[in-house]
């Protein structure tokens, strides 16, 4: 059975920095791409960022709104991705998820808060 | 980035009857592999979104064939013959052809 488990929300003041988690189990990790996908409260889901696989050289991609602020990096050793969150604002706020989109794999997120 | 636009954004479907979501993207979807990464997400109240449709038109394992997709180039559409109760909550349509991947706005999905 897949199995992504986030971790490592919690409450930030605006500026600060997080660092989520993700482990993975249940499927070849180290084939797949992974993403992080967020969802505000009450909003839709958006998609934050990717990192590839070791046969497309861990490329990273990340969506305009975190680009130079979020870094996403994994262990294929440990099954884990990670999300580091830097110079976090308001707007960020949301469930961060860990998935795989296109493989259809989520984890039960992890919220975020950033709040003064 | 590629616009995906749903509609409608609320679908009251009485018990039994069909319902039908719209998803249109700003520009094509094929991939250079002939491959069109368009798919369809149900996200339950409180629950992790689940994968229904892949490829525009493949039923995932365990969906009820009561859902099915259809589509080519950029409009694309998500079927239920039958809604049933636990059809409640939103639906997206994802595209993954392009980087950023982006979601459609969702449709709420309730019983009339």
């Known amino acids: 059975e897949v199995q992504l488990v986030e971790s490592g929300g919690g409450l930030v003041q605006p500026g600060g920095s997080l660092r989520l988690s993700c482990a993975a189990s249940g499927f070849t990790f180290s084939d797949h791409y992974m993403d992080w996908v967020r969802q505000a409260p009450g909003k839709g889901l958006e998609w934050v960022g990717q990192?590839?696989?070791?046969?497309?050289?861990?490329?990273?991609h990340y969506a305009a709104s975190v680009k130079g602020r979020f870094t996403v990096s994994r262990d294929d050793s440990k099954k884990s991705l990670y999300l580091q969150m830097n110079s976090l604002k308001t707007e960020d706020t949301a469930v961060y998820y860990c998935a795989d989109v296109g493989a259809g794999y989520w984890g039960q997120g992890t919220l975020v808060t950033v709040s003064s | 980035d590629v616009v995906m636009t749903q509609s409608p954004l609320s679908l009251p479907v009485t018990l039994g009857q069909p319902a039908s979501i719209s998803c249109r993207s700003s520009?094509?979807?094929?991939?250079?592999?002939?491959?069109?990464?368009l798919n369809w997400f149900q996200q339950r109240p409180g629950q992790s979104p689940r994968r229904l449709i892949y490829?525009?038109?493949n039923r995932d394992s365990g969906v009820p064939d009561r859902f099915s997709g259809s589509g080519s180039g950029t409009d694309f559409t998500l079927k239920i013959s039958r809604v049933e109760a636990e059809d409640v909550g939103f639906y997206y349509c994802v595209q993954l052809t392009h980087r950023p991947y982006t979601f459609g706005q969702g449709t709420k999905l309730e019983i009339k």
């Open positions: 990192m590839t696989n070791k046969v497309t050289s861990y490329t990273t």
């Open positions: 490829k525009v038109s």
């Open positions: 520009q094509s979807l094929v991939y250079s592999d002939g491959n069109i990464y």
